[in-house]
């Protein structure tokens, strides 16, 4: 599966963006698919998964209750809903798939080529 993120921006903090991450082919249903961010000198990092079927999310400590994770399998896309931005989320966010993860966290196979997010104070 190809993925390809889009939606990044300069936005001042406590805006919204959404992220989208469109995926070729016609399996999309078969791929738990996950959003991870990498900031500037730090290590890539979890944001948020949601389940094939969209049945079950998960989210980072840091963005539960300001993302949303969610997804349209008819539409091949998943996407990011970015609440009360702050500065701290400002990072380059990446889409990922797997179809054999045990772990919505981790195990991804498939990675998008990644939207840069700035949150200006």
């Known amino acids: 599966v190809q993925l390809q993120a889009s939606g990044g921006g300069l936005v001042q903090a406590g805006g919204s963006l959404r992220l989208s991450c469109a995926a070729s082919g016609r399996t999309f249903s078969s791929y738990d698919m996950g959003w991870f961010r990498q900031a500037p000198g730090k290590e890539r990092e979890f944001v948020s998964a949601?389940?094939?079927?969209?049945?079950?999310?998960d989210y980072a400590v840091s963005v539960r209750g300001r993302f949303t994770i969610s997804r349209d399998n008819a539409k091949n896309t998943v996407y990011l809903q970015m609440n009360s931005l702050k500065p701290e989320d400002t990072a380059v966010y990446y889409c990922?798939?797997?179809?054999?993860?045990?772990?919505?966290?981790?195990?991804?196979?498939?990675w998008g080529q990644g939207t840069q997010v700035t949150v200006s104070s």
């Open positions: 949601i389940t094939r079927s969209g049945g079950s999310t």
């Open positions: 990922a798939a797997t179809r054999s993860s045990p772990s919505l966290r981790r195990g991804y196979n498939y």
